[in-house]
């Protein structure tokens, strides 16, 4: 997609161009050059590329909107074409539209501009480490890669380009007794021997998946969740935990921590952060995003608030997700080292993954959810055994409140590995944590 931005600059000018009198217009484009490689049996079973653009034209007129999504081809008089007939489509739709009490239009002419020039690996280079490390393994996974672009304009004089460089690389290692160990690898920047570490460590764990399976009880359990496990219970707490709107209607779960009446622990500290991420520094209807200390010492400073929810409720916009859910949350790190981890634990359980949660009790931020893959069970500091697949069921404000011992010194970068639809730029940066008490439900 040669000049991507370039092209893009055109087809909102070319727009801004064909607009009538009393209306305006915003362009949201979103693109993507991808290349994608599926394993089985540690063996390629699949590759492609996927070019792909989508211009999401909306029209404003008379405290009015509509919008229409555009495939686009790429051939700049085609895409012009294109949306100018989306446009003749919209003005037959918006005026049969009821005003919207809380159309908010950022009518600022503001620009951000961030581009990644960062030179990901060719293919044939990561095949060639791949098959280094896992000839012979049952393997199974997929290797995404590629430049991602979004960009912003409107008839106000606002204007965002954002383009970064990133993979994915999402792969499981199966036992001959059908169990399996799930790891991944994602960044901006191929290291080798970062690759080869992740690799190794989740080599040793399907060893141990070879051991008798350990039956537990159910009961409390000392335990480490690796970075893994913690964005899953992150990520599901992250979609209306900081949502201004949720806030307001009752229907965050972390209702009580705004309140007062509950705390997470003092080494709890969370931001939604805009530098340097994966995620654009601005939103499909013109919004900036702001960083946003989301949790300090356990506290909870700040929320997630979009223009819509900021008019609504008298507060200042920071959000450029209509969600508002988290697009790129960093957890400040803690003082366990990674390789004390299992000296640390002690005797417990060692999550490596967590599947299927939802809310069990929300008002008291109760979580449940299933261990899955590399779970075992640990005594004095070595790994003694699998533990068969178990539910947990517990409140977060004592998961990462009383309970909460530490959190590992080092991070991992999470990115979403989600390609429904087109490769997504939610990302997490995350340390493991251990703690004192989760309970085990069966």
């Not at 055994?385 to 947990?392: N, W």
């Given at each position: 997609m040669?000049?991507a931005e370039?092209?893009?600059?055109?087809?909102?000018?070319?727009?801004g161009?064909?607009?009538?009198?009393?209306?305006?217009?915003?362009?949201w484009y979103?693109?993507?050059?991808?290349?994608?490689?599926r394993?089985?049996k540690?063996?390629?079973?699949?590759?492609?590329?996927?070019?792909?653009?989508?211009g999401?034209v909306?029209?404003?007129?008379?405290?009015r909107?509509?919008?229409?999504?555009?495939?686009?081809s790429?051939?700049?008089?085609?895409d012009?074409?294109r949306l100018?007939e989306?446009?003749?489509?919209?003005?037959?739709?918006?005026?049969?539209?009821?005003?919207d009490p809380?159309?908010?239009?950022?009518?600022?002419?503001?620009?951000r501009?961030?581009t990644?020039?960062?030179?990901?690996?060719?293919?044939?280079?990561?095949?060639?480490?791949i098959?280094?490390?896992?000839?012979?393994?049952?393997?199974?996974?997929?290797?995404?890669?590629?430049?991602?672009?979004?960009?912003?304009?409107?008839?106000?004089?606002a204007?965002?380009?954002?383009a970064?460089?990133?993979?994915?690389?999402?792969?499981?290692?199966?036992?001959?007794?059908h169990q399996?160990?799930k790891?991944?690898?994602?960044?901006?920047?191929?290291d080798?021997?970062?690759?080869?570490s992740?690799?190794?460590?989740?080599?040793?764990q399907?060893?141990?998946?070879?051991k008798?399976v350990?039956?537990?009880?159910?009961?409390?359990?000392?335990?480490y969740?690796?970075?893994?496990?913690?964005?899953?219970?992150?990520g599901?707490?992250?979609?209306?935990?900081?949502?201004?709107?949720?806030?307001?209607?009752k229907?965050?779960?972390?209702?009580?921590?705004?309140?007062?009446?509950?705390?997470?622990?003092?080494?709890?500290?969370?931001?939604?952060?805009?530098?340097?991420?994966?995620?654009p520094a601005?939103?499909?209807?013109?919004?900036?995003?702001?960083?946003?200390?989301?949790?300090?010492?356990?506290?909870?400073?700040?929320?997630l608030?979009?223009p819509?929810?900021?008019r609504?409720?008298?507060?200042?916009?920071?959000?450029?997700?209509?969600?508002e859910a988290?697009?790129?949350l960093v957890?400040g790190a803690?003082?366990?080292?990674?390789?004390r981890?299992l000296?640390?634990?002690?005797?417990g359980?060692?999550?490596?993954?967590?599947?299927?949660?939802?809310?069990s009790?929300?008002?008291?931020?109760?979580?449940t959810?299933?261990?899955?893959?590399a779970?075992?069970w640990?005594?004095?500091?070595?790994?003694?055994?699998p533990?068969?697949?178990?539910r947990?069921?517990?409140s977060?404000?004592?998961?990462?409140?009383?309970?909460?011992?530490?959190?590992?010194?080092?991070r991992?970068?999470?990115?979403s590995?989600?390609?429904?639809?087109?490769r997504q730029?939610?990302?997490?940066?995350l340390p493991?944590a251990?703690?004192?008490r989760?309970?085990?439900?069966?």
């Amino acid at each position: 997609m040669a000049d991507a931005e370039s092209r893009f600059t055109a087809l909102a000018e070319s727009l801004g161009a064909s607009l009538q009198a009393g209306e305006d217009f915003s362009l949201w484009y979103s693109a993507e050059e991808s290349e994608f490689i599926r394993f089985n049996k540690a063996q390629v079973r699949q590759a492609g590329h996927v070019t792909q653009a989508i211009g999401r034209v909306r029209l404003i007129r008379d405290d009015r909107s509509a919008e229409i999504a555009v495939t686009l081809s790429g051939d700049l008089e085609s895409d012009r074409q294109r949306l100018a007939e989306g446009l003749v489509q919209l003005r037959l739709v918006i005026g049969q539209l009821p005003p919207d009490p809380y159309l908010q239009l950022e009518r600022g002419a503001w620009h951000r501009r961030a581009t990644d020039e960062t030179a990901l690996p060719d293919c044939a280079s990561v095949l060639a480490e791949i098959d280094a490390v896992a000839n012979g393994l049952d393997l199974v996974g997929i290797y995404a890669s590629g430049p991602l672009y979004r960009g912003f304009a409107n008839s106000f004089g606002a204007f965002g380009w954002h383009a970064a460089h990133c993979f994915n690389f999402d792969w499981s290692l199966f036992h001959a007794n059908h169990q399996a160990v799930k790891a991944d690898y994602a960044g901006s920047h191929w290291d080798g021997a970062e690759f080869a570490s992740r690799f190794a460590h989740a080599r040793q764990q399907l060893e141990h998946l070879g051991k008798p399976v350990r039956h537990l009880q159910p009961g409390d359990y000392r335990a480490y969740l690796a970075p893994a496990a913690l964005d899953e219970v992150l990520g599901m707490l992250s979609w209306t935990g900081f949502s201004a709107r949720a806030l307001a209607n009752k229907e965050s779960p972390l209702q009580r921590l705004q309140d007062g009446s509950a705390r997470f622990s003092p080494l709890l500290n969370l931001d939604e952060q805009v530098a340097g991420a994966l995620a654009p520094a601005f939103g499909p209807e013109g919004a900036p995003r702001s960083d946003v200390a989301l949790i300090r010492n356990g506290k909870m400073p700040g929320q997630l608030v979009y223009p819509r929810s900021a008019r609504e409720y008298g507060l200042e916009a920071n959000c450029a997700d209509a969600n508002e859910a988290t697009q790129s949350l960093v957890m400040g790190a803690g003082n366990l080292p990674q390789d004390r981890v299992l000296e640390r634990l002690g005797t417990g359980l060692y999550i490596g993954n967590l599947w299927y949660l939802n809310w069990s009790d929300l008002p008291a931020a109760r979580m449940t959810g299933m261990t899955r893959f590399a779970t075992f069970w640990v005594e004095d500091g070595q790994i003694q055994a699998p533990v068969d697949t178990m539910r947990f069921d517990d409140s977060l404000f004592s998961l990462l409140g009383e309970q909460l011992e530490d959190l590992t010194l080092e991070r991992q970068l999470r990115l979403s590995s989600s390609t429904y639809g087109e490769r997504q730029t939610w990302s997490a940066l995350l340390p493991g944590a251990l703690v004192n008490r989760l309970k085990l439900t069966l």
